[in-house]
Nanobody, 124 residues
Framework: QVQLVESGGGLVQAGGSLRLSCAFS????????MGWFRQALGKEREFVAA????????RYEDSVKGRFTASRDKAKNTVYLQMNSLKPDDTAVYYC?????????????????WGQGTQVTVSS
């Protein structure tokens, strides 16, 4: 059974940076597209970024383009989300997810496995 464990969240001032990590276990890491989603209090869960099987292709939600970078380390079975120039609007619980369909989908319904989430709070 695939398991995903996020870490790296916390409290940061606006303009600061955080790096989230997501450790993958229980399956073949290279067989999954890995996505990042976030959910702010009282809002729907939304897509943030996704990396392809090889890590060679990445998709981003428009509001994070140029500020966030998603990557994956095959040797460590880990995906990362480097978040720079953080804004208060980035405050949310961030989740990583594994996609069994093989595309860098923006739809949460295409992702079968989910981590427990990590809180990111950006103060103004």
């Amino acid at each position: 059974q695939v398991q995903l464990v996020e870490s790296g969240g916390g409290l940061v001032q606006a303009g600061g940076s955080l790096r989230l990590s997501c450790a993958f276990s229980g399956g073949t890491f290279g067989a999954y597209v890995m996505g990042w989603f976030r959910q702010a209090l009282g809002k729907e869960r939304e897509f943030v970024a996704a990396t392809s099987w090889s890590g060679g292709s990445t998709r981003y939600e428009d509001s994070v383009k140029g500020r966030f970078t998603a990557s994956r380390d095959k040797a460590k079975n880990t995906v990362y989300l480097q978040m720079n120039s953080l804004k208060p609007d980035d405050t949310a619980v961030y989740y990583c997810a594994a996609n069994t369909y093989g595309s860098t989908s923006m739809s949460q319904y295409d992702y079968r496995y989910w981590g427990q989430g990590t809180q990111v709070t950006v103060s103004s």
